[in-house]
């Protein structure tokens, strides 16, 4: 699979369902990606990812994997 680098890329990714940008007055911007179902991201023990950076998405993106394998 290609290397993943931008938000245009995990957006294409056969794997997710959604992507989108939210801005908390707190902690500031993060990016949110939501799985398609039967997939799951071990770090975040589920089918959703939740970063500050996309770069730290794309990262967590390379350890996706089916729940059959999870």
Do not use: N
Not at 26 to 38: I, N, Q, R, T
């Amino acid at each position: 699979m290609t290397k993943l680098r931008t938000s245009k890329d995990v957006a294409k990714d056969p794997r997710v369902h959604s992507i989108h940008r939210e801005h908390d007055e707190y902690d500031g911007p993060s990016w949110w990606v939501s799985l398609k179902p039967g997939f799951v991201c071990p770090a975040m023990e589920c089918g959703t990812i939740h970063e500050r950076t996309i770069k730290e998405v794309c990262d967590l993106m390379t350890t996706v994997t089916t729940m059959q394998d999870y």
